[in-house]
């Protein structure tokens, strides 16, 4: 369980009660980096699982996907782009859309975006 830390006073208080333990701002910077990259790649290996599906529901009726670049600004990691997968099913769409890595509880988000049925195109 993670510890109660009680509002610092003083940048000395602060500094105590970070300790040693506390990473550096190039540590903390490096830790978001590689974070980035693991959902970067994980988005991508989540996408790859799809793309046999959709190629053999071809068979079956008109769909189409593409993959582009969705712009993602996280706080701590800056401005990066992930890929969307847009799905096109007849006349609808479905996003597929990384939303980022700085969620509470997990590694990142993805969000299926549609209306309805699916988004009209």
Request: glycine share 10%; proline share 5%; no cysteine.
């Given at each position: 369980?993670?510890?109660t830390?009680?509002?610092?006073?003083?940048?000395?208080?602060?500094?105590?009660?970070?300790?040693?333990?506390?990473?550096?701002?190039?540590?903390?910077?490096?830790?978001?980096?590689?974070?980035?990259?693991?959902?970067?790649?994980?988005?991508?290996?989540?996408?790859?699982?799809?793309?046999?599906?959709?190629?053999?529901?071809?068979?079956?009726?008109?769909?189409?996907?593409?993959?582009?670049?969705?712009?993602?600004?996280?706080?701590?990691?800056?401005?990066?782009?992930?890929?969307?997968?847009?799905?096109?099913?007849?006349?609808?769409k479905?996003?597929?859309?990384?939303?980022?890595?700085?969620?509470?509880?997990?590694?990142?988000?993805?969000?299926?975006?549609?209306?309805?049925?699916?988004?009209?195109?």
């Amino acid at each position: 369980m993670a510890r109660t830390i009680a509002p610092a006073q003083t940048i000395e208080e602060f500094l105590k009660q970070r300790g040693k333990s506390s990473l550096t701002a190039r540590e903390a910077k490096k830790k978001w980096e590689e974070r980035k990259e693991r959902y970067l790649f994980e988005v991508n290996k989540l996408f790859d699982k799809f793309i046999p599906w959709l190629d053999k529901l071809k068979e079956s009726g008109p769909i189409s996907y593409e993959r582009k670049p969705a712009p993602i600004f996280g706080d701590d990691i800056g401005g990066y782009a992930a890929n969307e997968l847009d799905v096109y099913v007849a006349d609808r769409k479905v996003i597929f859309r990384p939303v980022g890595t700085k969620i509470y509880g997990g590694m990142g988000r993805i969000d299926v975006l549609g209306n309805g049925e699916f988004q009209l195109i």
